[in-house]
């Protein structure tokens, strides 16, 4: 195998033309968008969420596609380029046409969380730094006004969130508001290299984040008293609407019903793994009896966030040392990798990406539940290598420095969760094949993280579509309260990152999917290519993040040459 574009330096195309003007008009209609990517120019802006918004981003990728039908190819990254743009600029405007845009809401992933979040990557060195957070703070109203203003209009063609997502965001937007919220303790832990900002930008500060809390005070009383009296009490979105979204989170085309029989097996085949791991804590034990020994075993616990911080700072920088240059190619400048405790107490683990330049680094963040101090390692340590390397850092910032390959929409604007997570999540099987995970204790914690992602994929669809459960896990059609007992019984995780992951499934449809059927696209390219002659692992992996994130149907044709 010869892989794409190694060892290259491309001529800018037409078609690389489109793509970066296009990404021009996303940073400019989306300016927290030039903030992840450390981009200077609109530091206190947010995109417009308005109905009005939405229609301008529709009206950019309508003009991006009729530009490129005008253009041909001029080499296979064109080939790559034309074949991703058309598929999610394409799907962007299939949902837009649905509606369901104007109803974004959800626990996790929509623009009540999104608006906040923002805040989380903005530097805060300078005086001038923390002026661009107050300029951003005061302009939350406004924010918050046009995403209402979205969610009145799906509310008036009936399209709206479940009730139970309503009011789990009722719950965050709450929090935010709260005198001890995100907002009030942004401002009054506002320090320079520990010292007081200077007065006026305190005052700046204070209105700012004052004005924020009150907005998202006002997002909770809109939700509360006008959007949940509307909203469905049910939370199976049904087949036509969970086809869209399971496409826009893989970036393929899937037979859903196979695909939930295929989880049912998968999940059965990890659990019998993990049965023989537990026989190797201790002959004869149970996979509960050897989870309890390891959970006991001082050895494997952290106690304190700050430890656990440091733990995952350690483990990742010694992967990212013994992994470069042997097993995948690391430049220097994405050898800093940068782990945090999150400031929001929601649970999740994620990673952010790098800025363009580097000058931020990558990020793994965890959200640790209110009330958790206790850490086992045993359990986490295939989660370090998924979020940073192998996973998602090795992967995001991959694409990101290969400039002089990729236009700035394949480095920096695309993003498919099948194609991420799915990569992040064959990333923690590699560790094993690798010999990462000899220990029965880590082996064991990647096997419930793959187990985990499998229990999602029936869990996701079986719900969604409303199919019968499995024989193994109960009977008749699913339903969510049937299926809290299923993820409790398959998911490794406290109480509160339950709660939180149950509300994600059911909020989310489709993305929970994406991480298992990611991988087995993933894996399924592998076995392809490497029935054929000269395959050479390392040469795979540099060829597949070369591409940067598209849809895993791109994917396939890019490195497999089918369509």
């Known amino acids: 195998m010869t892989p794409p574009f190694e060892n290259t330096v491309r001529t800018h195309t037409a078609i690389d033309a489109v793509a970066d003007e296009y990404t021009d008009v996303l940073l400019a209609l989306n300016p927290t968008f030039a903030t992840t990517l450390g981009l200077p120019g609109h530091e206190t802006e947010y995109q417009d969420y ?8 529709a009206a950019a990728a309508r003009e991006a596609l009729a530009r490129l039908d005008q253009l041909e190819p001029q080499d296979e990254s064109d080939v790559i380029t034309l074949d991703a743009m058309r598929e999610r600029l394409g799907l962007q405007l ?156 893989l970036g393929a085309r899937i037979d ?26 201790r002959p004869g034990a149970t996979v509960e009896e050897a989870k309890e020994i390891l959970n006991n075993d001082p050895a494997r616990q952290i106690k304190g966030k700050e430890a656990l911080r440091a733990w995952m700072q350690e483990l990742s920088d010694k992967a990212v040392a013994e992994l470069a240059d042997v097993h995948f190619d690391i430049p220097e400048v994405m050898k800093t990798l940068e782990c945090h ?76 969760s099948g194609h991420g997570e799915g990569w992040a999540l064959y990333a ?12 029965p204790g880590d082996h064991m914690g990647m096997l419930d993280m793959q187990r985990m992602r499998a229990a999602r994929v029936v869990f996701d669809i079986g719900v969604h579509l409303e199919l019968d459960m499995p024989e193994r896990w109960g009977q008749g059609p699913w339903t969510p309260e049937k299926g809290f007992e299923f993820l409790k019984a398959n998911l490794p995780i406290s109480e509160g990152q339950l709660q ?32 054929r002659d000269g395959f050479d692992l390392k040469s795979f992996h540099t060829s597949a993040l070369n591409i940067g994130s598209v849809g895993l149907d791109t994917l396939r044709r890019a490195l497999l040459g089918q369509d």
């Open 50 to 57: 308005s109905p009005a918004g939405a229609e301008a981003f």
């Open 94 to 249: 299939e949902v837009h046409t649905s509606g369901w845009d104007a109803a974004d809401l959800n626990n996790i992933a929509s623009p009540a969380q999104d608006i906040r979040a923002i805040f989380d990557l903005m530097p805060t060195a300078t005086p001038e730094q923390w002026e661009h957070i107050a300029g951003r703070a005061a302009n939350v109203p406004a924010a918050i006004g046009g995403y209402i203003e979205s969610l009145r209009s799906g509310k008036a063609n009936g399209k709206v969130a479940a009730a139970r997502q309503v009011r789990n965001v009722v719950e965050q937007a709450t929090k935010f508001a709260a005198e001890d919220g995100f907002f009030a303790k942004l401002a009054e832990g506002a320090r320079i290299d520990g010292q007081p900002l200077p007065a006026g930008v305190q005052e700046k500060l204070d209105a700012g984040t004052g004005a924020a809390r009150d907005a998202y005070a006002g997002l909770a009383s809109f939700l509360r008293d006008e959007l949940l009296p509307a909203a469905p009490e049910k939370d199976a979105v049904g087949r036509e609407r969970y086809a869209l979204a399971s496409r826009a989170f």
């Open 256 to 281: 859903l019903e196979e695909t939930y029989a295929w989880g049912v097996q998968e999940l059965d085949r990890l659990i019998s793994e993990q049965e023989k791991v537990a026989r190797e804590v």
């Open 341 to 416: 405790i999150a400031p929001t107490d929601e649970g999740g683990i994620y990673y952010t990406g790098p800025s363009d330049d580097f000058s931020r680094p990558g990020r793994m963040w965890w959200s640790v539940p209110a009330g958790e101090d206790t850490f086992t390692t045993w359990a986490e340590t295939t989660t370090v290598y998924h979020e940073g390397v192998p996973g998602h850092h090795l992967q995001v910032a991959t694409a990101t420095y290969r400039r002089e390959l990729l236009n700035n929409w394949r480095r920096n604007a695309c993003w498919v």
């Open 428 to 439: 923690e099987k590699l560790m094993l094949e690798l010999g990462y995970l000899k220990d």
């Open 500 to 531: 939180f992951e149950f509300n994600r499934y059911l909020g989310w449809p489709g993305q929970a999917p994406s991480y298992k059927v990611g991988q087995r696209l993933w894996e399924e390219i592998r076995a392809e290519l490497q029935t």
